[in-house]
């Protein structure tokens, strides 16, 4: 009897934890890098949806990365496009992979992998409900980016929206 509660409670608990996350995640998704090289032409690609314009969202990245990557920094570009192709935004940005000072890398891992989220847009709010694509590229100036093992892109409402 004492068994079958405790499992209850489990599968209820876990349930709830799923159904919460669900919610309020719109995207979480990685995209691995062909064998850690990340070629300058690649695009990394993302589809998702958006139902509710009237919430601001919190974009972030996750990159995974090995301590071989040659340099402390990462120039991405990305694209958030419409279900037209039509580009909505397009910007620059550096993400940081080491400190500048001691060259530890930041973010957890173990042994030499790393993983990193870093906070893009904060309260990012889109026009209309409907279908769209966020593309990154590397922007390194190399032609093969070794290193960066996978990428990806969290999308979400903040906990208190809901």
Not at 65 to 81: A, D, G, I, Q
Not at 94 to 112: A, V
Request: hydrophobic content about 35%; proline content about 3%; charged content about 20%.
């Amino acid at each position: 009897m004492l068994k079958s509660i405790y499992q209850l409670l489990v599968v209820s608990g876990l349930a709830a934890s799923i159904m919460a996350c669900s919610s309020n995640t719109v995207i979480d998704e990685q995209s691995d890098i062909q064998e850690g090289l990340w070629h300058l032409d690649s695009l990394v690609a993302f589809q998702f949806e958006i139902e509710d314009t009237t919430s601001a969202y919190q974009i972030q990245y996750n990159v995974r990365y090995s301590v071989n990557y040659p340099y402390y920094n990462l120039f991405l570009k990305y694209y958030l496009e419409d279900s037209t192709g039509e580009i909505l935004s397009s910007e620059l940005q550096e993400l940081i992979l080491f400190d500048k000072k001691t060259g530890e890398p930041i973010g957890e891992g173990l042994g030499d992998l790393f993983d990193r989220g870093v906070p893009v847009f904060e309260d990012q709010k889109f026009s209309y409900a409907g279908s769209y694509s966020f593309k990154v590229k590397q922007f390194m100036r190399m032609e093969q980016l070794p290193g960066i093992l996978s990428f990806g892109l969290k999308i979400q409402k903040p906990e208190e929206q809901e």
